[in-house]
């Protein structure tokens, strides 16, 4: 879901999908929303739920980052090259 009304971005869980807009106003902007999407999709996929406290919330998004940094290290050098921009 999205930060405003505005539609940054969308992660769509019936198709496992994160749908982006072409463009951004600026590389943070664009990793910024890749994140906040990301986060959500782990959430989903994950199914982690706030109820169940920061702790197990956060040791199941670490393990979920660490496998997505290491199956994707173009989106790494992506993220890397876009945040600064
Ligand atoms: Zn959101």
Redo the contacts with the bound molecule.
């Keep these: 879901?999205?930060?405003t009304s505005l539609n940054y971005g969308t992660f769509v869980p019936a198709e496992q999908q994160i749908q982006l807009q072409p463009e951004y106003t600026s590389g943070s902007m664009a990793a910024e929303t890749v994140l906040?999407?990301l986060l959500?999709a782990i959430f989903a996929v994950a199914t982690v739920q706030v109820k169940q406290g920061e702790e197990h919330i956060v040791s199941v998004v670490a393990t979920y980052l660490a496998q997505i940094i290491r199956d994707n290290p173009e989106f790494v050098i992506w993220l890397q090259r876009t945040v600064g921009r």
């Design positions: 879901m999205n930060r906040h999407e959500h």
